[in-house]
Protein backbone atom coordinates (compact mmCIF):
# COMPACT_ATOMS: atom_id res chain seq x y z
CA UNK A 1 0.00 0.00 0.00
CA UNK A 2 1.21 3.96 -1.08
CA UNK A 3 0.52 6.43 1.55
CA UNK A 4 0.60 10.40 0.97
CA UNK A 5 0.08 12.08 3.78
CA UNK A 6 -1.10 16.20 3.99
CA UNK A 7 -3.21 18.55 6.35
CA UNK A 8 -0.37 20.24 8.15
CA UNK A 9 0.33 23.79 8.39
CA UNK A 10 0.69 26.27 11.36
CA UNK A 11 -2.09 26.03 14.22
CA UNK A 12 -2.17 28.41 17.20
CA UNK A 13 -2.05 26.65 20.43
CA UNK A 14 -5.13 25.40 21.55
CA UNK A 15 -6.51 24.75 18.26
CA UNK A 16 -7.26 21.80 16.40
CA UNK A 17 -6.12 20.46 12.80
CA UNK A 18 -6.90 17.27 10.76
CA UNK A 19 -4.30 15.33 9.12
CA UNK A 20 -5.57 13.18 6.18
CA UNK A 21 -3.38 10.02 4.73
CA UNK A 22 -4.79 8.89 1.49
CA UNK A 23 -3.98 5.17 0.38
CA UNK A 24 -3.49 3.41 -2.56
CA UNK A 25 -2.70 -0.42 -3.65
CA UNK A 26 -2.66 -3.01 -1.50
CA UNK A 27 -5.77 -4.29 0.64
CA UNK A 28 -6.48 -1.28 2.32
CA UNK A 29 -8.71 -2.68 4.77
CA UNK A 30 -6.41 -5.70 6.01
CA UNK A 31 -3.63 -2.95 7.48
CA UNK A 32 -3.91 -1.61 11.03
CA UNK A 33 -3.17 2.57 10.02
CA UNK A 34 -1.01 4.24 12.47
CA UNK A 35 0.38 7.92 13.24
CA UNK A 36 3.58 8.77 14.52
CA UNK A 37 6.00 12.27 14.62
CA UNK A 38 9.43 13.08 14.78
CA UNK A 39 10.26 16.28 15.95
CA UNK A 40 13.48 17.62 15.40
CA UNK A 41 16.41 15.85 17.15
CA UNK A 42 13.89 13.08 18.36
CA UNK A 43 13.33 9.76 17.54
CA UNK A 44 10.37 8.35 15.71
CA UNK A 45 7.49 8.11 18.51
CA UNK A 46 4.36 6.38 18.04
CA UNK A 47 0.87 8.72 18.30
CA UNK A 48 -2.40 6.68 17.39
CA UNK A 49 -3.14 3.45 15.49
CA UNK A 50 -6.52 1.58 14.70
CA UNK A 51 -7.22 -1.94 13.40
CA UNK A 52 -8.27 -2.53 10.02
CA UNK A 53 -12.15 -2.47 10.45
CA UNK A 54 -11.81 0.83 12.50
CA UNK A 55 -13.06 -0.82 15.62
CA UNK A 56 -10.37 -0.36 17.78
CA UNK A 57 -7.72 2.67 17.91
CA UNK A 58 -4.76 2.82 20.75
CA UNK A 59 -2.97 6.17 21.79
CA UNK A 60 -0.15 7.10 23.13
CA UNK A 61 -0.70 8.42 26.69
CA UNK A 62 -0.01 12.35 25.90
CA UNK A 63 -2.47 12.67 23.19
CA UNK A 64 -5.21 10.82 24.68
CA UNK A 65 -8.13 12.81 24.76
CA UNK A 66 -6.85 15.49 22.31
CA UNK A 67 -6.31 13.26 19.18
CA UNK A 68 -8.32 11.12 17.43
CA UNK A 69 -7.88 8.57 14.76
CA UNK A 70 -10.58 7.31 12.29
CA UNK A 71 -10.43 5.33 8.85
CA UNK A 72 -12.74 5.59 5.85
CA UNK A 73 -11.87 1.99 3.95
CA UNK A 74 -14.77 2.82 1.57
CA UNK A 75 -12.39 5.96 0.65
CA UNK A 76 -9.07 4.57 1.40
CA UNK A 77 -8.50 7.68 4.00
CA UNK A 78 -7.07 7.60 7.58
CA UNK A 79 -7.58 10.62 9.83
CA UNK A 80 -6.12 12.60 12.48
CA UNK A 81 -7.81 15.08 14.85
CA UNK A 82 -5.74 17.44 16.78
CA UNK A 83 -7.62 19.07 18.99
CA UNK A 84 -6.21 21.75 21.92
CA UNK A 85 -2.75 21.30 20.80
CA UNK A 86 0.17 22.47 22.63
CA UNK A 87 3.78 23.41 20.86
CA UNK A 88 5.36 20.14 22.19
CA UNK A 89 3.14 18.55 19.39
CA UNK A 90 5.32 20.02 16.60
CA UNK A 91 6.90 17.70 14.61
CA UNK A 92 6.80 15.96 11.19
CA UNK A 93 3.69 13.62 11.25
CA UNK A 94 3.57 10.11 9.39
CA UNK A 95 1.19 8.07 8.62
CA UNK A 96 2.27 4.14 8.20
CA UNK A 97 0.14 0.73 7.24
CA UNK A 98 1.21 -2.38 9.23
CA UNK A 99 -0.49 -6.31 8.69
CA UNK A 100 0.53 -6.74 12.56
CA UNK A 101 -2.64 -7.33 14.78
CA UNK A 102 -3.38 -5.54 18.14
CA UNK A 103 -1.98 -2.21 17.33
CA UNK A 104 1.48 -2.14 16.93
CA UNK A 105 3.54 0.80 18.01
CA UNK A 106 7.17 0.24 17.15
CA UNK A 107 8.29 1.90 13.93
CA UNK A 108 9.58 -1.57 12.68
CA UNK A 109 6.14 -3.22 12.90
CA UNK A 110 5.16 -0.64 10.15
CA UNK A 111 5.81 -1.58 6.31
CA UNK A 112 4.29 1.51 4.33
CA UNK A 113 5.23 5.16 4.76
CA UNK A 114 3.90 8.71 3.96
CA UNK A 115 6.20 11.13 3.10
CA UNK A 116 5.63 12.89 6.42
CA UNK A 117 3.14 16.38 6.98
CA UNK A 118 4.70 19.23 9.04
CA UNK A 119 2.73 20.41 12.26
CA UNK A 120 3.66 23.74 13.47
CA UNK A 121 2.28 24.80 16.88
CA UNK A 122 2.67 28.52 17.97
CA UNK A 123 2.27 29.20 21.41
Known amino acids: VQLQASGGGLVQAGGSLRLSCAAS????????MGWFRQAPGKEREFIAA????????YYEDSVKGRFTISRDNAKKMVYLQLNNVKPEDTAVYYC?????????????????WGQGTLVTVSS
Open 50 to 57: VTGNGGTT
Open 25 to 32: GGTFSRHV
Open 96 to 112: AGSTKPFGPRRPDEYLA
